[in-house]
């Protein structure tokens, strides 16, 4: 069992920039695929990022590319998400995930994911 916890939500002006964190507890992350999502009262549960086990290969949404950052250190369990040029839309709770150990390929279905944290809301003034 692979328990995943969030921090680093808040308020952040329009513009401004914050990062969040995942730290996984329970067993090592070096071995999962990490991903991180968010969902709005407005909308489905939409994926963000995605990162390989190694943190070599990252894949986002085209919505949040060129402005966020995933990375991750294995060494201390824990996967990022670097958010920089905040807009109003990308308000919402934001969900770290993580597929089975052993599984290689990233992806953007949260059907692919089996462990998840409880999330980290992010509040965009206007």
């Known amino acids: 069992q692979v328990l995943l916890v969030e921090s680093g939500g808040g308020l952040v002006q329009a513009g401004g920039s914050l990062r969040i964190s995942c730290t996984a507890s329970g067993r090592t992350l070096s071995r999962n695929v990490m991903g991180w999502f968010r969902q709005s009262p407005e909308k489905v549960r939409e994926f963000v990022a995605t990162i390989s086990r190694s943190g070599y290969m990252t894949q986002y949404a085209g919505s949040v590319k060129g402005r966020f950052t995933i990375s991750r250190d294995n060494a201390k369990n824990t996967v990022y998400l670097q958010m920089n040029s905040l807009k109003p839309e990308d308000a919402a709770v934001y969900y770290c995930?993580?597929?089975?150990?052993?599984?290689?390929?990233?992806?953007?279905?949260?059907?692919?994911?089996?462990?998840w944290g409880q999330g980290t809301q992010v509040t965009v003034s206007s």
């Open positions: 995930a993580a597929r089975s150990a052993g599984l290689a390929a990233l992806s953007e279905s949260g059907d692919d994911y089996v462990y």
